[in-house]
């Protein structure tokens, strides 16, 4: 890879934007590159979380305007098929078997925004930044918008769409927009603690879990959910993974697939 830093370890796969020194800053290079890495950790048995960070200051400060304008000397069918290119990688990320968690520091602007709202978990820290700023530049948060209007709501998705103000970390957590919120110096940790989490639990669980949220989201509540989800688990409850997790309980001992944490 030239733009990203992969590690896969103790179950954990990390993915780190690498373009420092334009605050991480997305190219097609870049989004290639991760929805490669992302393809990978997905399909490794021995991976069970997905972790996405940056190097440097900023998280991901959004699109390399450079690679942005480049779109003035291409067809239309050429910009669309470009344009797919974030589309696929956040889709990748928001479906993924395994959990994916963003990792953010700094700002985490535009098409950044987007890639914290299509994964699972997000950690963030307190010097964090957020800005939905393309109407700045004459664009719009099209490919990010469906992720980031479910991440914030709908109503809060209006104002940030059309003012471009930066919101610091305090507001995201706020709105919801991030999970947890921790000093710069507990970064590390609280990522850590959570991936801990996931480790803990049952791999196809987990996957299982993400499709459910998916599955019931929205819908009414009636007979047909009743029934539906009851087949679920009776199937999910038959499986050699989940006698596992019930026989560790009963025999007090981890069960097979569990994992400890990373090291700090």
Known sequence: YNTIETAFTQGVALVWLNRPKLRN??????????????????????????????????????????????GRTMTPEQSLEDSRRLARLLRLLHDSPKPTVARVQGPAFAGGMGLVAACDISIASTDARFCLSEVKLGLIPAMISPYV????????????????????AAEAWRIGFVHELVQPEDLDEAVNGIVGHLLAGGPKALGECKQLVSDMAGRPIDDAIGDETAARIARVRATDEAQE????????????WAQLPLDT
């Not at 997905?42 to 942005?68: K, P, T």
């Not at 209007?149 to 610091?168: H, K, L, N, P, S």
């Open 25 to 70: 800053a997305m190219n097609d290079v870049l989004i290639d590159e991760v929805t490669d890495a992302v393809r990978r950790a997905i399909e490794d048995d021995s991976v069970r979380a997905i972790v996405l960070c940056g190097r440097g200051s900023a998280f991901c400060a959004g699109a390399d305007l450079a690679w942005m304008a480049s």
């Open 149 to 168: 209007i479910r991440a914030m709501g709908e109503q809060r998705a209006r104002r940030y769409f059309v003012t471009g103000e930066v919101f610091d």
């Open 245 to 256: 997790g019930i026989a560790a309980f009963f025999e007090k001992r981890r069960p097979a």
